[in-house]
């Protein structure tokens, strides 16, 4: 994909080259700067592809995805990797918040075998469903962390033997194309803040991309160990009983379980309240129109992003065929209050960073007043949700536990955060997609300072 964006760069320019009727006809047309080829400006089809390139970089190239389910055809694959595109771009906190868990979960898994030769390479196999359960010569069930552990512990399964090196061929990500992404992101940020030193104009599409950029750094870093596109597990045999009658480990599923319910470990009570935030936190989606299969479909999403606990047929112990893939988001959860803290915090953190880039836009040359507005308003929104809801996160649960009536304080807690649930989540959504239809919308009236080329730029290579 990557080679085929190439050759288009660099045949722009026989396509710019065939002018239209009209164009040929007033010569005048050809002085405008959006299709101006002078050497030190740059047109709106260069300041266009060079955007669109690098959020193809970031949310394309850069995604790291869990092995699809066997015999997937081709356009599903494609699919599922149009949708991970789609969330980071719509959702890269949680994209980033998906990449930290996997890339944790590795480092336990790493930690747990290292006896035994694994590293982190292998904790993400593991992770993404590198292993396939066979008994004989039958697939049986994709395996899970906690079903490897059952499996040793009862001497069941002989242990998986093969190399980090094993595992780096079966992916498609090479040294090369790593490169390419890091020097990519790291140009377009570059020219950026180059841009701004110098006093040229910034586009706000430019902006908004830098802020994909700046985020792509983080989920390059938690995914660097990470395989990428791999389309056939390794086979982990299990080994017949030595005792049939031995019934302490039941191989088989006993009685059934939802895929998307949650083991949260929790008391009925809490487990109900956890469900009304959950609820709250969706019903926005559903106010603003979506489609219910839509609605729906992104209910299910989320929960497998959000939630802290390993869904049932992830946990449980027994074979059943259907599970033959881990979820698309799946990772190992770790059960610690401060690591969903923590958890939060990244979260938040992310949001504040990204929402921070768009508010450098704040003095920006905009086509009109009322869109300049537009865009600060919009940017204080998508920076001010996760601060109050990174500040709501760290504050309550210090007040409830050093105050005598944490009940009062709850119930203040519970009311912040319907009101950020109500409130704050459809503004935010709202403001997300504003900001980037208005970066698309301001290309119609730049200013001739938007035009000027930053000369070394020009020597770096880049797409």
Same mark, same amino acid.
């Given at each position: 994909?990557?080679?085929?964006?190439?050759?288009?760069?660099?045949?722009?320019?026989?396509?710019?080259?065939?002018?239209?009727?009209? %164009?040929?006809?007033?010569?005048?047309?050809? #002085?405008?700067?959006?299709?101006?080829?002078?050497?030190?400006?740059?047109?709106?089809? @260069?300041?266009?592809? #060079?955007?669109?390139?690098?959020?193809? &970089?970031? #949310?394309? &190239?850069?995604?790291?995805?869990?092995?699809?389910?066997?015999?997937?055809?081709?356009?599903?694959? *494609?699919?599922?990797?149009?949708?991970?595109?789609?969330?980071?771009?719509?959702?890269?906190?949680?994209?980033?918040?998906?990449? %930290?868990?996997?890339?944790?979960?590795?480092?336990?898994?790493?930690?747990?075998?290292?006896?035994?030769?694994?590293?982190?390479?292998?904790?993400?196999?593991?992770?993404?469903?590198?292993?396939?359960?066979? =008994?004989?010569?039958?697939?049986?069930?994709?395996?899970?962390? /906690?079903?490897?552990?059952?499996?040793?512990?009862?001497?069941?399964?002989?242990?998986?033997?093969?190399? =980090?090196?094993?595992?780096?061929?079966?992916?498609? *990500?090479?040294?090369?194309?790593?490169?390419?992404?890091?020097?990519?992101?790291?140009?377009?940020?570059?020219?950026?803040?180059?841009?701004?030193?110098?006093?040229?104009?910034?586009?706000?599409?430019?902006?908004?991309?830098?802020?994909?950029?700046?985020?792509?750094?983080?989920?390059?870093?938690?995914?660097?160990?990470?395989?990428?596109?791999?389309?056939?597990?390794?086979?982990?045999?299990?080994?017949?009983?030595?005792?049939?009658?031995?019934?302490?480990?039941?191989?088989?599923?006993?009685?059934?379980?939802?895929?998307?319910?949650?083991?949260?470990?929790?008391?009925?009570?809490? @487990?109900?309240?956890?469900?009304?935030?959950?609820?709250?936190?969706?019903?926005?989606?559903?106010?603003?129109?979506?489609?219910?299969?839509?609605?729906?479909?992104?209910?299910?999403?989320?929960?497998?992003?959000?939630?802290?606990?390993?869904?049932?047929?992830?946990?449980?112990?027994?074979?059943?065929?259907?599970?033959?893939?881990?979820?698309?988001?799946?990772?190992?959860?770790?059960?610690?209050?401060?690591?969903?803290?923590?958890?939060?915090?990244? &979260?938040?953190?992310?949001?504040?960073?990204?929402?921070?880039?768009?508010?450098?836009?704040?003095?920006?040359?905009?086509? /009109?007043?009322?869109?300049?507005?537009?865009?600060?308003?919009?940017?204080?929104?998508?920076?001010?949700?996760?601060?109050?809801?990174?500040?709501?996160?760290?504050?309550?649960?210090?007040?409830?536990?050093?105050?005598?009536?944490?009940?009062?304080?709850?119930?203040?807690?519970?009311?912040?955060?319907?009101?950020?649930?109500?409130?704050?989540?459809?503004?935010?959504?709202?403001?997300?997609?504003?900001?980037?239809?208005?970066?698309?919308? %301001?290309?119609?009236?730049?200013?001739?300072?938007?035009?000027?080329?930053?000369?070394?730029?020009?020597?770096?290579?880049?797409?």
């Amino acid at each position: 994909m990557l080679l085929l964006l190439g050759a288009i760069y660099f045949l722009q320019p026989y396509i710019l080259a065939a002018p239209t009727l009209s %164009a040929a006809s007033d010569p005048s047309l050809l #002085s405008s700067p959006s299709i101006c080829t002078c050497p030190n400006e740059r047109s709106i089809w @260069e300041i266009i592809w #060079s955007c669109l390139v690098t959020i193809f &970089v970031c #949310s394309w &190239v850069a995604i790291h995805p869990n092995i699809a389910p066997p015999k997937a055809n081709w356009w599903r694959v *494609n699919l599922r990797k149009l949708e991970y595109m789609t969330w980071t771009i719509i959702a890269p906190e949680l994209i980033i918040l998906w990449a %930290a868990r996997q890339w944790y979960g590795a480092r336990k898994i790493a930690q747990k075998y290292g006896d035994r030769g694994w590293t982190k390479v292998h904790g993400h196999f593991l992770q993404m469903g590198g292993f396939m359960l066979f =008994e004989g010569n039958k697939a049986q069930r994709v395996l899970s962390h /906690s079903l490897l552990d059952k499996l040793l512990q009862q001497g069941r399964i002989q242990f998986p033997e093969i190399t =980090e090196e094993e595992i780096q061929d079966r992916s498609k *990500n090479s040294g090369l194309s790593k490169l390419l992404v890091i020097v990519q992101t790291s140009w377009f940020v570059l020219q950026i803040i180059t841009r701004k030193i110098e006093g040229l104009a910034i586009t706000e599409l430019e902006l908004a991309t830098a802020g994909f950029a700046s985020l792509n750094f983080l989920i390059y870093l938690f995914w660097w160990d990470k395989p990428i596109d791999v389309s056939v597990p390794v086979p982990a045999f299990l080994m017949e009983s030595e005792n049939e009658s031995d019934n302490s480990y039941d191989l088989w599923r006993s009685n059934t379980s939802d895929s998307g319910s949650l083991s949260s470990g929790l008391s009925s009570d809490e @487990e109900d309240n956890l469900d009304l935030m959950v609820e709250l936190l969706y019903l926005p989606l559903h106010i603003i129109c979506l489609p219910r299969s839509l609605f729906l479909f992104m209910k299910r999403r989320l929960h497998q992003i959000t939630r802290t606990e390993e869904s049932k047929e992830m946990k449980d112990t027994s074979v059943n065929h259907e599970f033959l893939a881990v979820p698309m988001f799946y990772s190992i959860r770790i059960q610690s209050d401060k690591y969903v803290e923590l958890e939060a915090f990244l &979260v938040c953190l992310t949001g504040i960073i990204f929402g921070g880039i768009h508010c450098v836009g704040w003095f920006l040359s905009f086509p /009109s007043l009322v869109e300049l507005w537009i865009w600060r308003i919009g940017a204080l929104v998508i920076v001010a949700f996760p601060m109050v809801l990174l500040l709501s996160i760290q504050i309550f649960p210090t007040l409830e536990n050093n105050c005598f009536d944490s009940k009062i304080i709850r119930q203040i807690s519970n009311g912040v955060s319907a009101i950020l649930a109500f409130v704050g989540l459809p503004l935010y959504v709202v403001a997300r997609v504003t900001l980037l239809v208005e970066a698309f919308v %301001a290309l119609r009236h730049l200013p001739d300072a938007a035009y000027a080329t930053v000369k070394w730029t020009s020597l770096l290579p880049h797409i």
